[in-house]
């Protein structure tokens, strides 16, 4: 039998470091009160879109995963309806990024692609509450609310995702 051996990278712990600050964040934001149920400003998104444009799209990939299950496991949602949310919600957003993000820049900058992104979690979200929680076309009815919180937060994150990228340009 021979003994294998795991090379662990820099890149590995770049994805670790940031995969922790962003569960941090969302462990943070898991207890902030929240005026609408459900309508939440996803700080822990600032990572992950600071991650794609500092690194690749990979490695924001990897930060998203870890924080989705991470972030479960922590608050005991694991498996639960409220997992398969964030979980839809983050592979919808990371989808919309990956079509996105290699178009032109001169028509796509972080500011609209966060907005996309955050839409595509709205809706990856809506589809499964519609699809397994509430199946009723009524739920429809909230989807202005989120359509613009999702647009706000999107906003913010964007804003706050470029004065890091400032602060940290690539090498």
Do not use: C
């Not at 979690?121 to 609310?145: A, K």
Request: charge should be positive; charged fraction near 10%.
């Amino acid at each position: 039998m021979t003994l294998s051996t795991i090379k662990i990278t820099d890149r590995d712990h770049q994805i670790a470091k940031l995969s922790a600050i962003a569960v941090a964040l969302s462990l943070v934001e898991f207890f902030f009160p929240s005026p609408i149920p459900g309508v939440k400003p996803g700080i822990a998104n600032i990572i992950i879109l600071y991650t794609i444009f500092k690194f690749d799209m990979q490695m924001g990939v990897w930060v998203s995963l870890i924080r989705v299950f991470v972030t479960s496991i922590i608050l005991g949602s694991f498996l639960s309806p409220t997992f398969f949310l964030s979980l839809s919600g983050a592979i919808f957003s990371l989808l919309s990024l990956m079509v996105f993000k290699n178009l032109k820049r001169e028509y796509f900058s972080i500011i609209s692609l966060s907005l996309i992104a955050s839409l595509a979690h709205i809706f990856g979200q809506f589809i499964i509450v519609r699809i397994w929680i509430i199946p009723h076309n009524g739920i429809f009815y909230l989807l202005p609310i989120f359509i613009v919180s999702a647009f706000i937060f999107g906003l913010v994150t964007a804003l706050i995702t470029i004065k890091l990228l400032q602060l940290n340009p690539k090498k």
